[in-house]
């Protein structure tokens, strides 16, 4: 059975306060691995998809990056903005429909 | 563009009445979803559609049904409400079932069942 697991389950940072976000994986043929942030009260919004071992995505203080085993979500000099829960996603072959199957996710706090 | 839109926003059910979540979409999707949220238990898939036409289930299917009325739409009914149902509902949509830019979610549905 497919499996994705987050960690840690809460993170508090000071703003400016560099780490990372840690999603390991355990599926059946990888297809991609995708990161999304929600906000309170609101959907998830897509940030990257990785495909293969060694890949890596930017956007703005966020680089994703991949392994065999596991996604990291780097967060470099954070800012409040920054404050959202991050969730990890696997596209496996095994999939039904190739549908996402969701990490419980990372609550990030940024404070200044 | 308006994206995905979900309604009602909000619900309160008593146990064993029934209701129908609506999602449109505006993005010529092909593909849609629906998934529950629940604390500490992340994002579940109920239903999906790869494809106008088809419906197939997700992995916690028991107690809905779904309905892709036609591209643009994809319906959830409950046809008796549970408190075990309680929580958010997410619809979902994406160009196509492996689309690299990923899904693109509606802002959910906050049920409550009593």
């Known amino acids: 059975e497919d499996q994705v697991t987050q960690s840690p389950e809460a993170l508090r940072l000071q703003e400016g306060e560099s780490s990372s976000l840690n999603c390991s994986y355990t599926v059946s043929g990888l297809r991609g691995l995708f990161w999304y942030r929600q906000d309170p009260g609101k959907g998830p919004e897509f940030l990257f998809t990785?495909?293969?071992a060694g890949e890596e995505k930017e956007k703005e203080r966020l680089k994703a990056t991949l392994t065999k085993k596991e996604s990291f979500l780097h967060i470099t000099a954070p800012k409040p903005e920054d404050s959202a829960t991050y969730l990890c996603a696997v596209q496996a072959y095994s999939n039904s429909g190739y549908a996402l199957n969701f990490g419980k996710g990372t609550s990030l706090l940024v404070t200044p | 563009n308006a994206g995905v839109t979900q309604t009602p926003k909000f619900q309160v059910l008593k146990t064993g009445q029934s209701m129908t979540l609506q999602c449109a979409q505006d993005m010529n999707h092909n593909s849609m979803y629906w998934y529950r949220q629940d604390p500490g238990m992340g994002l579940r898939l109920i239903y999906y559609s790869a494809s106008e036409g088809t419906t197939d289930k997700g992995e916690v299917p028991n107690g809905y049904n779904v309905s892709r009325l036609n591209k643009r739409e994809f319906s959830l009914r409950l046809e008796s409400a549970a408190p075990s149902q309680t929580s958010v509902y997410f619809c979902?949509?994406?160009?196509?079932?492996?689309?690299?830019?990923?899904?693109?979610f509606g802002s959910g549905t906050r049920l409550t069942v009593v």
């Open positions: 990785l495909y293969s």
């Open positions: 979902a949509s994406s160009e196509v079932r492996d689309s690299p830019y990923g899904y693109t």
